[in-house]
């Protein structure tokens, strides 16, 4: 029988830093999660493409935004913006950027054991 297993964002395993933004990852049996920490004109392919060595993300994102707002620009040109409240999937494949004064913070259930990682 699988156990109960309890973390706290206060004490993650894992930060990662890049320009205007902080990833914290937990490692919860075989799965991470990710708290994602971005500050005004925090943009991926500025902040996050010169570590991932990719022209777009390539890393599949299941996030639900805690507060601030994002835009994101899919490969195929297709946009969409999520703020406060929103769980957003979000596939492979795209750009994304912080909308307004108000810094971005998202739990991502799927994307936190590759992000802000070199893809090569």
């Known amino acids: 029988m699988a156990a109960t297993v309890k973390k706290s964002f206060d004490s993650p395993e ?3 830093s890049v320009d205007k933004g902080t990833v914290e990852i937990l490692n919860l ?3 991470q999660v990710m708290r994602a920490t971005f500050q005004p004109g925090w943009k991926w392919s500025e902040s996050v493409k010169p570590v991932a060595g990719t022209q777009s993300c390539e890393v599949a994102h299941l996030v639900y935004v805690i507060s601030g707002r994002m835009a994101l ?3 195929d ?3 969409t913006e999520v703020g406060s409240g929103d769980v957003v999937s979000i596939p492979p494949g795209h750009d994304a950027w912080i909308v307004g004064d108000e810094p971005f913070v998202g739990i991502d259930f799927q994307g936190g054991g590759s ?3 070199p893809q090569g």
């Open 14 to 16: 894992e930060t990662r």
């Open 29 to 31: 049996e075989g799965m």
């Open 73 to 75: 620009k899919m490969d």
């Open 77 to 79: 040109g297709s946009e």
């Open 115 to 117: 992000y802000a990682k």
